[in-house]
C-alpha cells in the first residue's frame, strides 16, 4: 500500500467531514428562514452536532473495531453520506435536527481509527506528520470547502449543500475503497480493559491538554468576525479576507504541528502552546490595525492548529493499549474544548469586558494547557525514578 495514497484518502474524509460541520455555520438565516425556525433555534443544529461527535466517537468506535480497518472508515463514511441526503430532503426543523445528528455520528471514530490507519502506514518517526496530512484536509475545508458550501447554499439553496456533501461521502467511500487494503477483520472488544486505559492519570492529562488547546482557540474563533469589527474596524470584505487568512494558518500549523512532533512530542507540544499563549495576548493590540490584525490571525491560526498533531499523538502514544478509541474519544475532547472555548469568550463579552478582552480568555487556556504537560512530565519522571529504584 502506498501511504501517501492511503493518507490522500483519509483527507478526503477529513475535507468532506469538515465541510459539513462547519458550513451550517455560515448559512444559519437561510436555513432558519428555510425550515421556518428563528436563527437561534437554527444554531441548535450545531449544538446538535457537537454532541453527536462526543457521544458517537467511543460508541462507534467500539462498535465497529470488529471490522477490518478500511471496512469500517467506509462505514463510517456511508453514516456521512446518509445523514447528508436526509439533510438534503429533511422536510422540517426536526427531522433536519436529527438528520444532523446521524450525520456527526461518524466524525470522531472516522478521524480516530483513520488516526491509527494514518500513523501505520508510515515509519515510527514520521507518525505525526502523517497524521497532520489526514487533518490537512480539514483545514483545507476552512479555505475552500466551506466558503465554496455556503456560496452554493446562498445561490441555489441549502439544501444542494447538503447534497453536494454527501456527494463528497461518495468519493470518499471510493477513494478509500482503492487506497486501503482489505485487511484482517477486527475482534471482539474487550470493553472494560478499553476503557480503564482511558481513566489512567496520563491518558487524561493528555486529553486535558487537548480541551484547553482546542478551548484556546475556539475562545477567539467563535467570536473573530465581531472582534474584527469592533476592535479594527472591519468591512465585510476584509472579515472575509481574514478568515481566508486564518484558514492558511491552520494549513500551515496543522503540517508544521506534524513535523515538529517528528522531532520531539513535548517539545512540540509545549512550544506551540506557550506561542499560541503569547500570540493572542498580543492581538489585542496588534488588530488596532488592519496590518496588524492580518499578520497577528495567520500567526494566531498557525499556533491554534499546530497544537492538533501533538495532542492527537500523545493520546495515542498514553493510550497505546487502545489507541483507535482514545484516538477518537481525543475529537471529541477538541469538541467538548470548542464548546468551552465559546462558552467563557461568551461569558467575558457578557460581563461587559469587550471583545479585545477574548483573546486573553484563550491565552489563559493555552497556559493551563501547559500547566497539564509539565505536571504529566513530573509524574512520568517520578515513576521512572521510582522503577530505577526498586531494581
Not at 5 to 29: D, H, N, R
Not at 39 to 61: C, D, E, F, N, R
Not at 156 to 183: D, N
Not at 194 to 216: C, H, I, K, N, Q
Amino acid at each position: 500500500m502506498k501511504s501517501s495514497t492511503a493518507l490522500l484518502a483519509l483527507a478526503t474524509g477529513a475535507f468532506a467531514i469538515g465541510t459539513t460541520e462547519f458550513t451550517p455555520m455560515g448559512l444559519l438565516p437561510v436555513i432558519a428562514h428555510g425550515v421556518d425556525v428563528s436563527i437561534p433555534t437554527a444554531g441548535m443544529l450545531v449544538s446538535a452536532y457537537a454532541i453527536g461527535v462526543m457521544v458517537g466517537a467511543p460508541v462507534m468506535t467500539l462498535l465497529f473495531s470488529r471490522f477490518g480497518k478500511r471496512a469500517a472508515l467506509i462505514s463510517l463514511m456511508l453514516i456521512f453520506t446518509v445523514g447528508n441526503l436526509l439533510s438534503a430532503c429533511a422536510p422540517g426543523y426536526t427531522t433536519l435536527l436529527l438528520s444532523r445528528l446521524i450525520t456527526s455520528l461518524n466524525h470522531g471514530a472516522f478521524f480516530g481509527i483513520g488516526a491509527v490507519v494514518a500513523a501505520s502506514v508510515v515509519p515510527k518517526e514520521k507518525q505525526a506528520s502523517a497524521i497532520a496530512a489526514m487533518f490537512m484536509g480539514l483545514t483545507v475545508a476552512n479555505v475552500g470547502g466551506v466558503p465554496a458550501a455556503t456560496w452554493i447554499g446562498q445561490q441555489v439553496g441549502w439544501r444542494m449543500t447538503f447534497a453536494g456533501t454527501a456527494l463528497l461521502g461518495l468519493v470518499t467511500i471510493a477513494a478509500l475503497w482503492l487506497a486501503l487494503p482489505k485487511g484482517e477483520p477486527g475482534t471482539r472488544p474487550d470493553v472494560r480493559r478499553e476503557l480503564r486505559v482511558l481513566t489512567r492519570r496520563d491518558v487524561l492529562l493528555a486529553m486535558g491538554t487537548t480541551v484547553l488547546g482546542s478551548g484556546a482557540m475556539f475562545a477567539l474563533y467563535t467570536y473573530v468576525a465581531p472582534m474584527l469589527a469592533e476592535v479594527t474596524h472591519a468591512s465585510p470584505g476584509f472579515v472575509a479576507l481574514a478568515l481566508m487568512l486564518i484558514g492558511v494558518g491552520f494549513t500551515v500549523g496543522n503540517s508544521l504541528g506534524g513535523r515538529l512532533a517528528d522531532w520531539s512530542l513535548d517539545g512540540a507540544t509545549k512550544l506551540i502552546l506557550a506561542s499560541l499563549a503569547v500570540v493572542m495576548v498580543l492581538l489585542p493590540l496588534l488588530m488596532k490595525t488592519h496590518a496588524g490584525a492580518a499578520i497577528g490571525l495567520l500567526v494566531w491560526g498557525a499556533a491554534a492548529f499546530g497544537i492538533v498533531p501533538p495532542v492527537q499523538m500523545r493520546v495515542m502514544q498514553a493510550a497505546a493499549q487502545a489507541p483507535g478509541l482514545a484516538s477518537s474519544v481525543n475529537v471529541g475532547a477538541f469538541n467538548l474544548g470548542n464548546a468551552l472555548g465559546a462558552a467563557l469568550g461568551g461569558v467575558v463579552i457578557g460581563q461587559g469586558l469587550g471583545y479585545a478582552a477574548v483573546p486573553f480568555v484563550g491565552a489563559a487556556l493555552a497556559a493551563g494547557g501547559l500547566v497539564l504537560v509539565w505536571i504529566g512530565n513530573a509524574g512520568q519522571r517520578d515513576a521512572a525514578g521510582k522503577s530505577a529504584a526498586s531494581m
